[in-house]
């Protein structure tokens, strides 16, 4: 089969020919129609995820660890937990029972590969509680996930929304309450943040991390003692770094409250699904995608003037 082929940490994977996955008992092979590229995936490539251990043990390896894809049967399927060296990038993909889930009508393949960033956005009421009428601040809003989450936010009722990025036009297009452009010196950025908090945040929606969210947690940080407001912060990303200070004072009084995204998610992903399948179907829901032929792969692979659209390989 054709197949997107790494074969070296931290390159650039290659269009090439790979053997056919031969199917273990209980998987199944699954011929695949499309595939998202995504930061994960190529943080999973460069070494520096937190999960690049289990896709890079063996090279070379096919990336990206799920896409949507037709059983034998010719369901359309969303599919994922590969066993490396195989992965989505790929004519094939051996995937195991259960690893599979059916694209539900209605849903093109293509969104169905988005879906997940959607879910993801959902975090500020499962992980960050937002309840109607809160103000909520999103942080990388000009990304994929980001600008589905100022919809997700609009959709959930949000009272205000304010929206982070580093590019005013783009900013000026997402429909948010107020916008704070990061790309400024230190001192005007914390300015910035607390200019546009109104009565304060209620939830932080995090794509960033790195500088921009230790100022802003650095602004949160009050000069007096009490009992402030809760501002519930909701880890989902790391466009800006992965690691930040964290002076213990941004928690002792601040009202700040650190939540990881998946946090509340397991209980409620049936809910949660069934909820971003029917704004995407209703057309609430949109994105904008760059596709990409898997022959192209090298070259799309090195793109980084997509700004807010999914590069999302079909076949
Ligand atoms: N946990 C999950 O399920 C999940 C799902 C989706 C995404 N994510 C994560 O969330 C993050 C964003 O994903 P995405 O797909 O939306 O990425 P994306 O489309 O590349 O967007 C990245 C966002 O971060 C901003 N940004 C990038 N580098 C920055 C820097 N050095 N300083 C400040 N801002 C910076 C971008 O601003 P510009 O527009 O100006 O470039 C943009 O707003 C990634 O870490 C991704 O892995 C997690």
Known sequence: ??????????????????????????EVVVKVRAVAVENVDKAIVAGTHYTAARYLGELPMIPCFDGIGELPDGRLVGFGNLRPPYGALAELAVVPDGGFAPVPDGIDPEFATVLGSAITGMAMRTAGGLAPGETVLIQGATGVAGRLAVQVARLLGAGRIVATGRDDARLAALGADAVINTAVP???????????????????????????????????????????????????????????????????TSGVEL?????????????????????????????????????????AWRRTDLHGRRLVVVF
């Open 186 to 252: 230190d001192d005007e950025l914390a300015e910035a943040y607390l200019a546009a908090r109104g009565d304060g945040y209620d939830v932080v929606m995090d794509y960033l991390w790195g500088r921009p969210t230790e100022i802003l947690l650095r602004a949160l940080t009050p000069d007096s003692f009490g009992f402030h407001k809760p501002t519930r912060v909701v880890q989902a990303g790391e466009s800006a770094g992965p690691a930040l200070t964290l002076p213990a004072a941004t928690l002792r």
């Open 1 to 26: 089969m054709k197949a997107a082929v790494l074969h070296e940490v931290g390159g650039v994977p290659r269009y090439e020919d790979f053997p056919d996955p031969v199917p273990a008992a209980g």
């Open 259 to 299: 939540f990881g995204a998946a946090r509340g998610l397991r209980e409620s992903l049936g809910e949660v699904y069934a909820q971003v399948v029917d704004w995407a179907r209703s057309g609430d829901l949109v994105f904008a995608v760059e596709r990409a032929r898997l022959s192209d792969i090298e070259t």
